[in-house]
């Protein structure tokens, strides 16, 4: 078949890491990840870049400095460049990511949930 | 609320039109716009950028001159910068675009399906 949908349902079921973002998908140079998240992540920013948060399945809360934001199936944020940020997830949660190819999922911040880049599933 | 999700449902739930995306986010100089669909659209393409197609509700076919895709909910597409197509939905269909900020929906092909572009919900 010429023409494949890329089906998240599909793609999820090939994987079962926490905050280990797989790319599905690429377009110019910025590129679709999903990632299955649960517990607590690590404050971090990503100076140069937005990012784009929707969550597929689950809930997932995203703490700011001043702030939260919950997101539930169906929702979507963005994070604007430079702004710190803790993802949250008390169960499992299937999110996608969408940002530059090349941004690092702790940003600067490192540590042992720093996942490889460019991963594909 | 200082930090607000954007529900998918609930900005579908401000329009009616067919073929008329609307803005429900940026990111950098991207955009994520929701449209709802039905019926034939024209074949067109944009040689600048690729374009990603997310089905959120119902069923979208893209034809391309040798070949078409079959996208459901939960499943996407990323159309290459130049690749002819033209998208078809027997019913009604809820998509996300998500695509550099002034990219027109019909590209250079023109015609009445031509929508106002930048239009936010």
């Known amino acids: 078949m010429k023409y494949k949908a890329i089906n998240f349902k599909d793609k999820f079921s090939k994987f ?3 905050w280990s973002p797989r790319v599905i998908a690429e377009m110019n140079n910025y590129q679709f990840k999903l ?3 649960e517990g607590e992540f690590v404050w971090h920013d990503h100076p140069d870049t937005d990012e784009v ?3 597929i399945e689950g809930t997932l809360n995203i703490e700011f400095r ?3 934001v919950t ?3 169906g929702e979507m944020f963005v994070i604007p460049k430079g ?3 803790k993802p949250v997830a008390t169960s499992e949660c299937k999110i ?3 940002e530059p190819k090349g941004v690092v999922n702790t940003g600067k911040s490192g540590g042992e949930l720093t996942a490889e880049n460019d991963v594909w599933v």
Do not use: C, Q, R
Request: proline residues 0%.
């Open 35 to 37: 990632a299955k998240v």
């Open 83 to 85: 702004v710190e940020h």
């Open 71 to 73: 997101l539930n199936a």
């Open 66 to 68: 001043d702030g939260v």
């Open 16 to 18: 079962t890491e926490h």
């Open 96 to 98: 996608m990511l969408v």
């Open 53 to 55: 948060f929707i969550v």
